[in-house]
């Protein structure tokens, strides 16, 4: 058992070392038993050095060799995570519309915008509790505000308020403002995660973004609008610009 550290010493020590140290020492014994001369020790002397030399040339090569693939792997990285950018917005279709916006809901905080959006894709009830009821439940929602045509007033009322009347935390659901509406983009806007930038769900009136059912356009494609993306801010003024107009600055 006492024997093992010292194997394990012996076995991280450099072979050339060892073999140059054994030389050494053969030489001074053999000199000191008058078996060799002074020169023959001198010249074993000179070849150990050059041993020595060209092992640490060896070793400075593959210093080298390894900087220069380190140097190398760096740049390969750095390309990788170029490469890897998170994209402004990422489009999710129908077999994930409703996941996506089930998990936007429930992470959304602050105030939520629904901008121009057809509400009558509230009428079945389970697509109001899988878009609508987990804002509305929502404790980190403090406010819902929505941006609306004066053409959607009735499907307000007669689609969205009685259902969003059995929810916790209806009182969050501002009464809609309502303004000429004359754009063919619909978007949910809101702070996402802990972090709180703003996100939204874009989408698009019309085919392919919209599934035209009797009655109603329904959702089926949409962009997910990251918040690092230069859209956001864009649509942050396009809330802004309507919410501030009033029919009476038609006038």
């Known amino acids: ?5 010292f194997r394990r010493r012996l076995r991280r020590l ?33 070849v150990l050095l050059a041993l020595l030399l060209v092992r640490d040339l060896h070793q400075e090569d ?7 693939l380190a140097e190398q792997t760096s740049s390969t990285v750095e390309r990788l995570s170029a490469a890897m950018t998170t994209p402004d917005a990422v489009l999710v279709g129908p077999r994930d519309l409703r996941d996506y916006s089930d998990r936007f809901a429930r992470e959304a905080r602050g105030e939520m915008v629904w901008f121009n959006v057809c509400l009558l894709m509230f009428r079945p009830q389970s697509l109001f509790d899988t ?6 439940e929502n404790p980190n929602v403090t406010r819902i505000r929505f941006i609306l045509d004066p053409g959607e007033r009735e499907s307000w009322e007669n689609e969205v308020m009685p259902k969003a009347a059995q929810c916790v935390g ?7 403002h309502w303004v000429p509406l004359n754009e063919s983009v619909s978007f949910v806007l809101a702070d996402i995660g802990e972090a709180g930038g703003a996100e939204a769900q874009l989408s698009f009136w019309g085919e392919p973004f919209m599934a035209r059912s009797p009655g109603r356009d329904v959702p089926r494609y949409m962009f997910h609008v990251q918040s690092h993306s230069s859209l956001i801010p864009r649509l942050l003024e396009l809330e802004r610009t309507y919410r501030l107009h009033t029919p009476a600055d038609e006038g």
Request: charged content about 20%.
């Open 170 to 176: 209806l009182e969050k659901l501002l009464e809609p």
């Open 14 to 46: 450099d072979v050339e070392a060892i073999a140059g140290i054994v030389a050494a020492g053969t030489a001074l014994v053999l000199h000191l038993l008058h078996i060799v001369d002074i020169d023959v020790l001198l010249i074993i002397v000179m």
């Open 1 to 5: 058992m006492s024997q093992g550290p």
């Open 131 to 136: 878009l609508l009821r987990p804002a509305i």
């Open 62 to 68: 593959r210093e080298e060799r390894l900087t220069h």
